[in-house]
């Protein structure tokens, strides 16, 4: 299988797994928590017949992907990345999209390696720019939810996962028509099999300040995220990326009614949009 190695943790490589899949030109998808590479499935399937080369990989903790006990934060994440892009020579044309936690590695890659050979950048279901509720982002989430979060996680991380995917797919209103069971239980199996470690300390980089990288995205960015979104609240993320005119070339589209994770949810939709930006 393909790895790229991404460091060291005492007598281990930490190696992050990839798959490389189609020709023609290159986007780069990372997932969101806690999943892996094939949660893009509806949209690789869309990409790869429109001519697009895709590429996706597993977040360190996750998927095939090593799971240390080292590096969950964004610095290393984007680090992560660039060590992927790298070693596929991905340097020109490129476009990365990012999902929920993977758009936080979009952000942060072109704050602070920049944009060179990266054409096009996409966040769905984005969680910059800061999610933090402060004075100066009154819009943001009360930090005591993820200290509850880390408290459920800590107790019953099993019982927490299906808590968090009712919100994630918004199954109240949503299943069965488009989520169905056999689906939810994929998406647990793949976020039971991910590292215990990884489960909680991903949750503090949810609250990581993107605030100084926005301005340095200097490519056209595209937004894609649902109205209903319960885990990354539109307000509190994309709707303060278009509010505040916190990247220069930015396209927000809002999916009516959508959950967070609408690239399950809505396929038709989002793969439009995305299609329709990446011909542009």
């Not at 893009?40 to 799971?67: K, M, N, P, T, V």
């Not at 307000?235 to 927000?252: C, P, Y």
Request: charged share 25%; glycine share 8%.
């Amino acid at each position: 299988m393909p790895f790229v190695t991404a460091g060291r943790e005492n007598s281990a490589d930490i190696q992050i797994h990839y798959r490389d899949r189609g020709e023609g030109t290159p986007i780069v998808l990372i997932h969101g928590y806690p999943l892996d590479g094939n949660s893009w499935e509806r949209q690789e399937r869309a990409l790869l017949a429109a001519g697009h080369r895709c590429i996706s990989y597993d977040r360190r903790g996750f998927g095939r992907s090593s799971q240390p006990t080292t590096g969950y934060d964004y610095d290393t994440f984007a680090a992560d990345l660039k060590a992927l892009l790298d070693h596929l020579a991905l340097d020109q044309d490129v476009v990365l999209a990012g999902f929920s936690m993977g758009s936080g590695e979009v952000t942060r890659y072109l704050g602070t390696y920049g944009s060179s050979g990266v054409r096009r950048a996409v966040l769905l279901g984005a969680i910059p720019p800061y999610l933090r509720e402060t004075a100066d982002t009154p819009k943001g989430v009360p930090g005591t939810v993820f200290e509850d979060i880390k408290e459920a996680i800590v107790a019953d991380r099993y019982a927490y996962f299906d808590a968090f995917f009712a919100d994630f797919f918004n199954t109240d209103v949503l299943a069965p028509e488009r989520i169905g069971d056999a689906a939810l239980r994929a998406a647990f199996q793949v976020a039971a099999g991910s590292s215990p470690f990884a489960t909680y300390a991903c949750v503090d980089t949810w609250l990581t300040d993107f605030r100084d990288d926005l301005p340095r995205i200097d490519v056209p960015t595209l937004v894609v995220h649902g109205t209903a979104d319960r885990i990354l609240p539109f307000e509190a993320t994309a709707g303060r990326l278009r509010d505040e005119d916190l990247i220069a070339d930015l396209r927000v589209v809002e999916i009516p009614d959508g959950p967070h994770a609408i690239g399950w949810t809505h396929p038709d939709e989002v793969n439009a949009t995305l299609l329709d930006f990446l011909a542009g």
